[in-house]
């Protein structure tokens, strides 16, 4: 069973910077070939893919968050840190930022789908204001 815990979230100012974590572990050595990302989902909208570290270690970023969001990869033995560093945070970036995984070890041709990773942690909460 995937266990998934999300760390970080925070009231920043618009410009700033914040690092948000999870860790994820419960599937022993496999968890080496799951593929790991960052979604978000702010007021009244629907869930939508931040960045991405597939299984082979390639990365994906939504276009707005390029240049400005770098995901990072830790491991530790079978348990993986996953951390979202973010920079010049606008408004816009304010929501909810679950932690996701799935065994697919390569996501195809739209990396950042939420319908491609079936397990979800609880959430945790960044509010960006002026």
């Known amino acids: 069973q995937v266990q998934l815990a999300e760390s970080g979230g925070d009231s920043v100012q618009v410009g700033k910077s914040l690092r948000i974590s999870c860790v994820v572990s419960g599937v022993g050595d496999a968890i080496g070939r799951y593929s790991l990302g960052w979604f978000r989902q702010g007021a009244g909208q629907g869930r939508e893919g931040v960045a991405v570290?597939?299984?082979?270690?390639?990365?994906?970023?939504a276009d707005l968050v390029k240049a400005r969001f770098t995901l990072s990869r830790v491991a530790s033995g079978n348990i993986r840190y996953l951390h979202l560093d973010m920079e010049n945070v606008r408004s816009e970036d304010s929501g909810i930022y679950y932690c996701?995984?799935?065994?697919?070890?390569?996501?195809?041709?739209?990396?950042?789908?939420?319908?491609?990773?079936?397990?979800w942690g609880q959430g945790t909460q960044v509010t960006v204001s002026s």
């Open positions: 996701a995984a799935t065994r697919k070890m390569t996501l195809g041709s739209a990396p950042l789908r939420r319908e491609s990773f079936e397990h």
């Open positions: 570290v597939d299984g082979v270690g390639r990365f994906f970023y």
